[in-house]
């Protein structure tokens, strides 16, 4: 069973195309998160929920809008998407709003040409 | 805030050899620390971690201890192997938690 699992593992597609990522965890965790991973592998959180309620909001352009329908679960859609958008999306969660090590998703390859 | 620097890659190694990953931290407080592993095409995986001052991690052979004197929590391994090739990142909460600082990652790459 994966724990935290994240879809579509790649996705290819052009500028100015919107486009969704969705995550699930099974681990009965409060607190869910989206990290961005840039090309020289350097990770930097998005955004933080905890029971479905928005916690951190890292001045992402808000082209990006994250929803939580419940705490098992984290969509990230992404607007008018632009070439620098280009990265690995990671999903995690945690239990305790972070104070606990949190459990990561594959990842999704996000390539906008 | 609290932050996390972490020594530049890539390190390069042979089969065997002795491994050290450099991790300093700031934090206010004593935050859990963490060593995180990326296998190529991967997500993160917890590799070890540490929630006081002098706690040890350790797994797969890998170890790393919380030192609040000199603020770091260097990962080490004796003797790595090729299969150990990958990113490694040391994280830490910040205060008020909701998210894992991580440093920049250390690329290392192990040859036969």
């Known amino acids: 069973d994966t724990a935290v699992s994240q879809t579509p593992k790649y996705l290819v597609t052009q500028m100015g195309n919107d486009k969704s990522i969705k995550c699930e965890q099974n681990l009965g965790h409060d607190t869910m998160y989206w990290y961005k991973q840039d090309s020289k592998k350097f990770l930097k959180i998005m955004f933080s929920y905890n029971n479905k309620e928005l916690i951190i909001n890292e001045t992402v352009p808000n082209r990006f809008s994250p929803k939580s329908p419940d705490k098992a679960h984290l969509n990230l859609h992404i607007n008018s998407l632009e070439l620098g958008d280009s990265a690995v999306y990671f999903c995690?969660?945690?239990?305790?709003?972070?104070?606990?090590?949190?459990?990561f998703g594959q990842g999704t390859r996000l390539t906008v040409v | 805030g609290n932050s996390v620097t972490q020594m530049e890659g890539p390190v390069t190694l042979s089969e065997e050899a002795f491994l050290t990953i450099n991790c300093t931290y700031t934090a206010t407080g004593y935050p859990s620390l963490f060593w995180y592993v990326q296998y190529p095409g991967e997500g993160l995986q917890l590799l070890l971690k540490?929630?006081?001052?002098?706690d040890k991690g350790s797994n797969k052979g890998f170890e790393a201890t919380y030192r609040k004197e000199t603020t770091s929590f260097h990962l080490e391994k004796g003797s790595v192997q090729v299969s150990d090739s990958a990113v490694y990142f040391c994280?830490?909460?910040?205060?008020?938690?909701?998210?894992?600082?991580f440093g920049a990652g250390t690329r290392l790459a192990v040859h036969p």
């Open positions: 995690a969660s945690s239990q305790g709003r972070g104070r606990t090590e949190a459990f």
């Open positions: 994280a830490l909460p910040p205060g008020g938690y909701n998210k894992l600082i």
């Open positions: 540490a929630t006081k001052a002098d």
